[in-house]
């Protein structure tokens, strides 16, 4: 399994990035959970998408900024991220949670383990 994300890059405060998430070597339902980690932070969970039926989920702090989308068809999952603040800058994750089984608010809990991840790309918004 290999997820691959792409999209990250500096942009002014209450500008507009799109995170792709490419992922390869899977098949079956998932969940793609996109998180994100600062300098001197703990890894946090943004937005969640089920494969199977297209449910998402968001974390409080980017609801009504950010859109999280599934390309079944290409595989591939986005996280359009608008009105972008200095807090949200960090490192951003995608990752692969195999068979979706709990509800997507339970997989950010602390603990609660995806099965997959990619690489990361960064993400920095500037003041």
């Known amino acids: 399994v290999q997820l691959v994300e792409s999209g990250g890059g500096l942009v002014q405060a209450g500008g507009s990035l799109r995170l792709s998430c490419a992922v390869s070597?899977?098949?079956?339902?998932?969940?793609i959970g996109w998180f994100r980690q600062a300098p001197g932070k703990e890894r946090e969970g943004v937005s969640a998408?089920?494969?199977?039926?297209?449910?998402?989920y968001y974390v409080d702090s980017v609801k009504g900024r950010f859109t999280i989308s599934s390309d079944n068809a290409k595989n591939t999952v986005y996280l359009q991220m608008n009105s972008l603040k200095p807090e949200d800058t960090g490192l951003y994750f995608c990752?692969?949670?195999?068979?979706?089984?709990?509800?997507?608010?339970?997989?950010?809990?602390?603990?609660?383990?995806?099965?997959?991840w990619g690489q990361g790309t960064q993400v920095t918004v500037s003041s």
């Open positions: 990752a692969l949670d195999v068979g979706a089984i709990y509800g997507l608010g339970y997989s950010f809990r602390p603990g609660y383990e995806y099965d997959h």
């Open positions: 070597g899977f098949s079956g339902d998932y969940a």
């Open positions: 998408i089920r494969r199977s039926n297209g449910r998402t």
